[in-house]
């Protein structure tokens, strides 16, 4: 699998294609448009979110919202996209093709900041490596009460 970061979206678009067909799945606009937005808009989006995003900047386009799913989870099995798991209300998306990064997410109104910090990023090599581990990728997301949810 080619990695994603800093990929133009030709490429992306290609790499797609073939993921498609690999699984038997034909290339439609619907998909491209699904793969478009979520290239285009720098954020973390529900399903929900993303299809009212495509149905008002494409109103004539015929997509549903299973297509939305469907694709969004073919893109996830395929690391184009990643997920963020919400429990009850769901998972959010992000296209995979930024370089490495964490979240922390405010527990009240669900907002989202990425950060990075090398600190914890050898913390955790070290970790993996006193554990005899060779660390491949990780996924963290810390929880907590955003600036704005406090002051109310």
């Known amino acids: 699998m080619k990695k994603l970061e800093n990929i133009e979206y030709d490429a ?35 399903p929900d979110a993303l299809y009212l995003m495509i149905k008002e900047k494409y109103p004539d386009l015929n997509v549903g919202i299973a297509t939305v799913y469907r694709t969004l989870n073919v893109l996830e099995e395929s690391d184009i996209v990643t997920s963020l798991s919400f429990g009850s209300q769901g998972k959010k998306f ?29 913390l955790q090599e070290k970790i993996a490596k006193n554990n005899n581990f060779k660390l491949t990728g990780h996924l963290m997301q810390l929880y907590g009460i955003c600036n704005n949810c406090q002051s109310k």
């Open 12 to 46: 992306l678009l290609a790499n797609f294609k073939d993921i498609l067909k690999r699984n038997g799945l034909k290339f439609t606009l619907q998909r491209e448009v699904i793969l478009k937005t979520l290239y285009s808009n720098n954020g973390h989006f529900t």
């Open 94 to 122: 992000e296209l995979g093709n930024k370089p490495h990064h964490d979240h922390i997410i405010c527990k009240n109104c669900g907002q989202i900041v990425e950060f990075e910090d090398k600190s914890i990023e050898k």
